[in-house]
């Protein structure tokens, strides 16, 4: 059953499918240079047009606490780290 001709949940559908291009055209029935073209005008949409996903943090202060907040992300230092 083929989704709606919506490009953005075609291509959200694409990502979490683990397809290819070609199979996932081919399995919904579109024009690969049709959803080739989705795909480049999504991609070319400033990062903030991008849905974010919010993280909820709980902050717990330890007795021994200098005042200081430190941040450790999976992907290494952040660039906007000072110190």
Not at 36 to 52: D, E, G, I, T
Not at 55 to 61: A, G, H, Q, S
Not at 62 to 82: D, M, Y
Request: proline share 8%; net charge positive.
């Amino acid at each position: 059953m083929a989704l709606s001709t919506d490009p953005q949940k075609h291509i959200d559908a694409w990502h979490s499918s683990g397809l290819s291009q070609v199979a996932y055209c081919l399995q919904h029935k579109l024009n690969t240079k049709t959803f080739a073209n989705w795909l480049r005008v999504y991609r070319s949409q400033p990062v903030a047009a991008v849905a974010s996903t919010l993280i909820p943090v709980e902050i717990k202060l330890e007795p021994s606490s200098s005042g200081s907040l430190c941040l450790h992300c999976p992907q290494g230092p952040s660039p906007f780290a000072s110190g």
